[in-house]
């Protein structure tokens, strides 16, 4: 960063062993040189208007680069080598910038509202593992009945349906038609052992007819329809 802020004084700044990168404390070749626009401690301060290109990613504006600037200029030359030598110094002035600050502030303010989270998710947990056992309960309870009901409507539905369809009519029909036969032949024997009369006969054979011709009718439209 510093290595944005002057050019002549990196060698005579540097100490001889230094916590700071090569990038920030300058190259040990640099020429002591003077310009325009360096301070009373011989600072060669390079202005952010001297830049024509914006700043890469990752680097401060010009705006902020001036404010630093400025709290740099301020400085003796005994301060700026304490910055490069001293790293508790060097922290100091860093945590006093104010675009460190912000972000400082902003870290703690996400940090509390993270805790309060985490807290306002511990207090319902109680009142999760309740509702937790609710489900249980009505899950072995009620929802046992509501499956048990389900699948006796479900049976008497497939009943019913079985019971309309063509084929059971058919069925039905038939069955019917050959009780009518039974009974005739039963109605025959009790004639021929003169158990009844023929007056009962008739009466009683002619029913059984009718309803087995018009149930062998219904029977044969059915049949045909479908």
Same mark, same amino acid.
């Given at each position: 960063? /510093?290595?944005?802020?002057?050019?002549?004084?990196?060698?005579?700044?540097?100490?001889?062993? =230094?916590?700071?990168?090569?990038?920030?404390?300058?190259?040990?070749?640099?020429?002591?040189?003077?310009?325009?626009?360096?301070?009373?401690?011989?600072?060669?301060?390079?202005?952010?208007?001297?830049?024509?290109?914006?700043?890469?990613?990752?680097?401060? =504006?010009?705006?902020?680069?001036?404010? &630093? &600037?400025? %709290? %740099?200029?301020?400085?003796?030359?005994?301060?700026?080598?304490?910055?490069?030598?001293?790293?508790?110094?060097?922290?100091? /002035?860093?945590?006093?910038?104010?675009?460190?600050?912000?972000?400082?502030?902003?870290?703690?303010?996400?940090?509390?509202?993270?805790?309060?989270?985490?807290?306002?998710?511990?207090?319902?947990?109680?009142?999760?593992?309740?509702?937790?056992?609710?489900?249980?309960? &009505?899950?072995?309870?009620?929802?046992?009945?509501?499956?048990?009901?389900?699948?006796?409507?479900?049976?008497?539905?497939?009943?019913?349906?079985? /019971?309309?369809?063509?084929?059971?009519?058919?069925?039905?029909?038939?069955?019917?038609?050959?009780? &009518?036969?039974?009974?005739?032949?039963?109605?025959?024997?009790?004639?021929?052992?003169?158990?009844?009369?023929?007056?009962?006969?008739?009466?009683?054979?002619?029913?059984?007819?009718?309803?087995?011709?018009?149930?062998?009718?219904?029977? %044969?439209?059915?049949?045909?329809?479908?």
């Amino acid at each position: 960063m /510093f290595k944005s802020f002057w050019g002549s004084q990196e060698q005579e700044a540097q100490p001889q062993s =230094s916590w700071y990168p090569p990038s920030v404390v300058g190259s040990p070749n640099s020429s002591r040189t003077s310009t325009p626009g360096s301070s009373s401690t011989g600072l060669n301060v390079q202005r952010p208007s001297d830049h024509s290109q914006s700043s890469p990613h990752g680097q401060v =504006s010009p705006s902020e680069a001036a404010g &630093i &600037i400025n %709290l %740099l200029e301020d400085k003796s030359v005994d301060e700026l080598r304490k910055l490069l030598s001293d790293k508790d110094a060097y922290n100091e /002035f860093l945590l006093s910038l104010e675009q460190v600050k912000t972000q400082n502030n902003l870290r703690d303010e996400l940090r509390k509202e993270t805790l309060q989270l985490a807290r306002e998710n511990l207090e319902k947990e109680s009142r999760m593992v309740e509702l937790r056992n609710q489900c249980r309960i &009505i899950r072995t309870t009620e929802l046992a009945a509501a499956q048990e009901k389900l699948s006796e409507l479900q049976r008497r539905k497939e009943e019913t349906v079985k /019971f309309y369809s063509a084929s059971s009519h058919f069925q039905r029909l038939q069955d019917s038609m050959n009780k &009518i036969d039974e009974e005739s032949e039963t109605l025959h024997k009790q004639l021929l052992d003169k158990e009844i009369d023929l007056s009962t006969f008739v009466q009683k054979h002619k029913k059984l007819r009718t309803t087995y011709h018009r149930q062998a009718l219904v029977h %044969l439209a059915a049949k045909t329809s479908s």
